[in-house]
């Protein structure tokens, strides 16, 4: 899956997971607060790792994006308190409309908002960490009952969705409670929240806490077990590609960000990938636009260049080296361990032994940090991992290399290689 944003306007995606069989449609909502990691990685994970067989998930991973890639709570204050008014003024002003219309959508029956929150809430005073005026392990509702056309009786269904997400929980701090927050009796504050605005426009509606006590994954696996536990209880049907453990929840969020910058023409594989990418051809005067295999993936400009981020997380740093663009190239001939292979630019290739790309006529190769010198143009030559310098690669295990195509000084594409053979500086 793919989503595509031009830099300059970093605006929430909308994901729609459709099963194409009949059933009702759960609203997720994560990142309304950019510093609340555990919610909208589980909005993230939704979108990309899980299928929907029966019903529709429709998801908003990334709500507050611009404070989700600054790891700012609300760089324009907190966005949760921007529900009952709002002067048309306020730089969220157009982010609220269209999530309100989402929120209304006649086909939208239940939505739940996820947040990190402190602690871990009890009715009852247990110690500093573990009371009634923490959040963290709740599903908070503003009422007992909603004048809703489904889920009306949300207290129930809470408890429900609660029995079944706390099933396998022996420990007792990480078992979910209801906190019903009794907004309509008084509670200023959570009168101008996203649920409160949900409940009274006839939708079901609760917030989901995840413990800031526990690191993002396991923050992460709380909300997946709540999601879970919705789902099941509203009769949507899914399956998802990896398994609900700490060790594979970490490893999901840990690895495989793909991203590619102007319509392919830079194609990077940024798993492990260096602090800062240098020389990256970058089309002159022309606004950065990129897409990315994740919806939590932003690049944003940043003095000379630009940082990669994935969430709350630094990816890297690309120091850019402007060109002109050339569209003439679509596709190279490489001799990859000895058997040719048509290769399109804007895709990366695996690599065991050796690779040599085949003369193109107009075109030169430019193997990034080849050590021969000598060479205008690179095509031609059989090249193994270590004629290549390490520091180039873009990854911190000196695997992945850049090999690029111009056209006289225009700049026409690229491919990445990927040497998957044994790498002696690996240290796995
Ligand atoms: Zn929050």
């Not at 069989?21 to 607060?33: E, H, K, M, N, Y």
């Not at 908003?60 to 009952?84: A, E, H, Q, T």
């Not at 709740?138 to 609660?162: C, F, L, M, N, W």
């Not at 420990?171 to 009274?200: C, H, P, V, W």
Request: proline share 3%.
């Amino acid at each position: 899956m793919l989503y595509s944003e031009v830099a300059t306007a970093l605006e929430f995606t909308l994901h729609k997971l459709d099963s194409g069989v009949t059933g009702p449609t759960l609203l997720v909502i994560g990142g309304i607060q950019g510093d609340e990691p555990g919610g909208f990685t589980a909005a993230s994970l939704l979108v990309n790792d899980y299928q929907v067989t029966k019903g529709q998930v429709w998801i908003v991973p990334n709500l507050n994006f611009d404070s989700i890639i600054r790891r700012s709570r609300g760089i324009y204050g907190d966005m949760n308190r921007k529900f009952s008014t709002l002067r048309n003024s306020d730089p969220e002003f157009e982010t609220i409309g269209k999530i309100k219309a989402i929120i209304k959508d006649p086909q939208v029956s239940m939505i739940l908002n996820l947040h990190d929150g402190s602690g871990f809430y009890h009715e009852e005073y247990i110690d500093k960490d573990e009371n009634s005026q923490r959040w963290g392990q709740s599903i908070v509702i503003d009422q007992s009952t909603i004048p809703a056309k489904h889920y009306g009786d949300i207290e129930s269904v809470a408890r429900r969705v609660i029995a079944s997400a706390n099933r396998d929980t022996a420990d007792s701090k990480a078992q979910f409670r209801l906190k019903n927050t009794r907004t309509r009796e008084g509670d200023k504050e959570m009168e101008k929240t996203l649920t409160y605005f949900a409940i009274n426009n006839g939708k079901a509606a609760m917030g989901i806490e995840a413990s800031k006590n526990y690191p993002t994954h396991v923050r992460t696996l709380q909300h997946l077990r709540v999601l879970e536990s919705m789902m099941d209880t509203m009769g949507i049907t899914y399956s998802r590609n990896f398994k609900l453990t700490e060790k594979s929840v970490f490893d999901k969020i840990g690895s495989n960000i793909q991203l590619a910058l102007f319509d392919n023409k830079i194609r990077l594989d940024l798993d492990d990938s260096r602090r800062s990418i240098g020389y990256v051809p970058m089309k002159k005067r022309s606004p950065m636009e990129f897409t990315a295999n994740n919806p939590l993936v932003a690049v944003v400009k940043s003095n000379q260049g630009y940082k990669v981020r994935y969430g709350n997380r630094g990816v890297t740093f690309l120091d850019p080296q402007h060109f002109i663009f050339d569209d003439s190239l679509q596709q190279a001939d490489f001799e990859i361990d000895g058997k040719n292979r048509l290769v399109p630019l804007g895709t990366v290739v695996d690599v065991n032994e050796s690779f040599s790309v085949t003369p193109i006529k107009d075109h030169r190769v430019n193997i990034i940090g080849f050590k021969r010198t000598g060479y205008s143009n690179e095509s031609g030559l059989s090249i193994r991992r270590h004629e290549i310098l390490p520091r180039f690669s873009v990854d911190k295990q000196a695997n992945k290399f850049r090999v690029e195509f111009y056209k006289g000084k225009k700049y026409s594409g690229m491919v990445l290689v990927n040497f998957v053979g044994d790498n002696k500086l690996a240290k796995k």
